[in-house]
């Protein structure tokens, strides 16, 4: 069974940075893309940072490129995200998403976690 | 980047009625790469359909996915109480990768 379990969410400052991190269990973590997908409360689905199998490949939302960067250990079986910068509007629920390929973000999120909330707030 | 609508904002349906969920692209979504995925309320989302029309695993035929290029359509045959959710598409044609709002379910 494929598990996703995120954690690293909690309450930050704006202006401050957080380290999301995602382990994948139950599959071969190197052989698909991931996805990182966020939720304000209330709202709806945001795609926010892809990457590739081999971790070669990395995509982001224009929403946050240049403040996020996503990476992933294939050794350790673990995805990140670093958010640097942080503002009021990247509070949110945090997944991660195995998707369908290997290369590009993976394409459609087919697993996900449960998510590991950033609330960014003074 | 593309820009997915999704209309109704929110469709009041009994169960055992049909429901015709639609998702319209900015521009043309390469090789159909198109998903709908169901929210329940406090659950991650769950992946539908794939690929415009591919179900999933363990998605049952009640659903159906359809469309190509810009407009695509997600059908749900015989509505039951579980069914009554919020609904996601996404295309995956193109990176950055986007959702549409959402289409929320309701009960009548």
């Given amino acids: 069974e494929v598990q996703l379990l995120e954690s690293g969410?909690?309450?930050?400052?704006p202006g401050g940075s957080l380290r999301l991190s995602c382990v994948g269990s139950g599959y071969t973590f190197d052989n698909y893309g991931m996805s990182w997908v966020r939720q304000a409360p209330g709202k709806g689905l945001e795609w926010v940072a892809g990457i590739s199998g081999s971790g070669d490949s990395t995509y982001y939302a224009a929403s946050v490129k240049g403040r996020f960067v996503t990476s992933r250990d294939n050794s350790k079986n673990t995805l990140y995200l670093q958010m640097n910068n942080l503002r009021v509007e990247d509070t949110a629920l945090?997944?991660?998403?195995?998707?369908?390929?290997?290369?590009?973000?993976?394409?459609e999120v087919r697993a996900w976690g449960q998510g590991t909330l950033v609330t960014v707030s003074s | 980047e593309i820009v997915l609508t999704q209309s109704p904002g929110t469709l009041s349906l009994s169960p055992g009625d049909r429901a015709t969920l639609s998702c319209r692209a900015s521009q043309s979504v390469d090789n159909n790469y198109l998903a709908w995925y169901q929210q329940e309320p406090g659950q991650a989302p769950r992946l539908l359909i794939y690929s415009a029309s591919n179900r999933a695993s363990d998605i049952p035929d009640r659903f159906t996915?359809?469309?190509s290029g810009t407009d695509f359509t997600l059908t749900i045959n015989r509505l039951e109480p579980a069914d009554f959710a919020v609904y996601y598409c996404q295309q995956f044609g193109t990176t950055p990768y986007s959702f549409g709002q959402g289409t929320k379910l309701e009960i009548k």
């Fill in chain 2, 65 to 67: 996915g359809s469309g």
């Fill in chain 1, 9 to 13: 969410g909690g309450l930050i400052k």
């Fill in chain 1, 94 to 107: 945090y997944y991660c998403g195995k998707g369908r390929f290997y290369g590009s973000s993976g394409g």
